[in-house]
């Protein structure tokens, strides 16, 4: 009995996630990062993703300087052989790519040459090393802005340098960058810090965009384990989330 009374709750029926609207943050074009290997894997998510409710997708391919050199050939090409092979599913869902993007040495140049992948106005996905922040992060940020870009950065709760540095996340959020949660967070399937953190960045207000980052099966069970956590409840319906913005 004191054992329930203590037990955190867990939500009756699973979060809505027709109200989210758009995934927009995944791996789902075969073979050219770290998530699907397969397109009958790839197929298969995106049939769930549209099942629990998304009416559209944007899927973000990992651009690194050091291992996934993904261009915006690479990943178009991906994303119409993607397309293809749904079209032969039957599976009807809108689905665009973009990329997230490593803010690393390579990073500038891709930039400059006007060659960076964006969804809805501008917005472009961003994250940064687990080892240590870039050193020219905040330079690149305002020259992203100033050229019209909006910086989202992907799964800040993800981020251990940062942990527990909350005038360092109020910075962040001062200096215009958009914050996006992975509903895995709150699992606590990276770890329990990044579930605390993801929680308590919550409570603040600070997340902008949701997505499920999904990558493979057992991101797809830890994102269905997601839609019973009261945590995303209170984000879906704290009316701040812009994931419709990329309708
Ligand atoms: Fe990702």
């Given at each position: 009995m004191f054992f329930n009374l203590f037990r955190k709750p867990g939500l009756a029926k699973p979060v809505d996630v027709s109200q989210i609207k758009v995934d927009m943050h995944s791996h789902l074009i075969p073979g050219i990062d770290d998530g699907v290997q397969s397109i009958e894997e790839a197929v298969k998510l995106v049939g769930s993703l549209k099942e629990a409710g998304f009416s559209k997708i944007i899927t973000t391919p990992h651009v690194m300087n050091d291992t996934y050199k993904n261009t915006p050939e690479i990943i178009k090409e991906g994303l119409k052989n993607l397309k293809a092979a749904l079209e032969n599913a039957h599976i009807y869902i809108p689905i665009e790519a973009a990329a997230e993007y490593l803010?690393?040495?390579g990073f500038e140049k891709i930039f400059k040459e006007g060659r960076l992948l964006t969804m809805g106005k501008k917005y472009i996905l961003v994250e940064l090393s687990y080892y240590n922040m870039h050193h020219g992060f905040y330079a690149l940020v305002f020259d992203l802005q100033i050229a019209g870009y909006q910086v989202i950065l992907a799964?800040?709760?993800?981020?251990s340098y940062f942990h527990d540095k909350w005038p360092v996340y109020e910075d962040l959020k001062a200096r215009g960058i958009l914050f996006q949660l992975n509903t895995i967070s709150l699992t606590g399937c990276y770890s329990p810090k990044v579930q605390k953190v993801a929680e308590k960045l919550i409570d603040m207000g600070f997340y902008d965009f949701v997505a499920t980052d999904m990558h493979n099966e057992e991101y797809l069970a830890n994102f269905n384990k997601s839609l019973y956590i009261p945590h995303l409840q209170k984000l879906v319906e704290s009316g701040r989330l812009m994931n419709h913005n990329l309708i």
């Open positions: 803010i690393d040495d799964h800040p709760e993800r981020y």
